[in-house]
């Protein structure tokens, strides 16, 4: 496994396995690796040659009122744990300047209408930062396949949408969410729960398990969905609901009443003190 931390360096890596006839698979991550992000390595490598791992905190995706200092960094752990899967080729772990060298950045790529909602009504310039680093990965990286959590519903759909709109000759895997035993999606703010917020922090997939379960036994009113999750929901006293809605995956936009065929996705986020959880469950409306 090998670490590369410059563009130019990551580019030629990806040339010269283009060049011999490799396919190269991209799993961009924030760092602070854990089993879901693991679950995406081992997908990736079902798919390619060359498996290359970014790590990345993208300034561009944290809101005004967000604090980046604050997110988990931990390179040597992440290290060893991306080395144990034996998957892993590149570690693509580029500084803040190698990404942005123009300080002031005039491009942006913004996909209109699934980021209206959800993670993007509440986290502002959200999405825009994740569409702009994800578009300057592929052109450093050149992926032939990119893999990403379906834990973060909206923005697999939103990067989907962004290769198709934008002619990209990569094909996008999305994978399940992976849960601690009582069904609690990972994720590396996890660890800023108290012991009581942590046992709270059911109410998410509860929530979102309860609202599929309720579609598939034939409602059909996106409202009465919701009304549902958000009474579990409030059984969380220590956590503030941020959303709980049912979207059609395609755009993002809420659902009224839901119709055969269609895919739908019940997605919920929870502020506790120090930590914004999310979930979602992905249901193909019969
Ligand atoms: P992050 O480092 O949090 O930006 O996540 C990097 C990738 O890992 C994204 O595609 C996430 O959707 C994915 N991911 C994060 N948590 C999980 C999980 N519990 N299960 C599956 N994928 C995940």
């Known amino acids: 496994m090998q670490l590369i931390s410059s563009v130019i360096a990551m580019r030629e890596t990806s040339r010269s396995v283009h060049r011999s006839g490799g396919k190269i698979v991209l799993v961009p991550t924030m760092g602070a690796?854990?089993?879901?992000?693991?679950?995406?390595v081992r997908e990736a490598a079902r798919h390619g040659d060359q498996v290359i791992v970014s790590i990345f905190v993208n300034p561009t995706q944290f809101g005004p009122k967000e604090d980046i200092q604050a997110y988990p960094r931990s390179a040597e752990e992440d290290w060893d744990k991306l080395e144990a899967t034996a998957l892993v080729h590149t570690v693509?772990?580029?500084?803040?300047?190698?990404?942005?060298?123009?300080?002031?950045?005039?491009?942006?790529?913004?996909?209109?209408?699934?980021?209206?909602?959800?993670?993007?009504?509440?986290?502002?310039?959200?999405?825009?930062?994740?569409?702009t680093v994800v578009t300057k990965l592929f052109n450093i990286c050149h992926p032939d396949v990119a893999i990403f959590g379906l834990k973060d519903a909206q923005q697999f759909y939103l990067l989907r949408r962004l290769a198709l709109d934008l002619n990209m000759d990569i094909e996008l895997i999305g994978v399940p969410t992976v849960r601690e035993p009582d069904g609690l999606a990972l994720s590396s703010r996890n660890k800023y729960l108290s012991p009581e917020e942590r046992s709270q922090a059911t109410v998410l997939i509860r929530a979102v398990s309860e609202a599929k379960e309720r579609i598939l036994n034939g409602?059909?009113?996106?409202?009465?969905?919701?009304?549902?999750?958000?009474?579990?929901l409030a059984g969380a006293d220590l956590g503030r609901i941020d959303y709980a809605d049912v979207v059609d995956s395609e755009?993002?936009?809420?659902?009224?009443?839901?119709?055969?065929?269609?895919?739908?996705?019940?997605?919920?986020?929870?502020?506790?003190?120090?930590?914004?959880?999310?979930?979602?469950?992905?249901?193909?409306?019969?």
Request: aromatic share 6%.
């Open 251 to 286: 755009s993002f936009q809420p659902v009224d009443h839901l119709n055969s065929g269609q895919i739908a996705v019940a997605a919920v986020a929870v502020q506790f003190s120090k930590a914004r959880l999310i979930d979602n469950a992905i249901v193909e409306v019969t």
């Open 92 to 131: 693509f772990a580029p500084s803040t300047r190698e990404m942005y060298p123009t300080p002031d950045m005039l491009t942006w790529v913004q996909v209109n209408k699934i980021s209206d909602h959800l993670c993007g009504g509440s986290r502002e310039g959200h999405f825009r930062g994740v569409a």
């Open 219 to 232: 409602e059909r009113n996106g409202r009465a969905v919701v009304k549902l999750m958000r009474s579990i």
């Open 33 to 40: 690796v854990h089993e879901g992000h693991l679950a995406l």
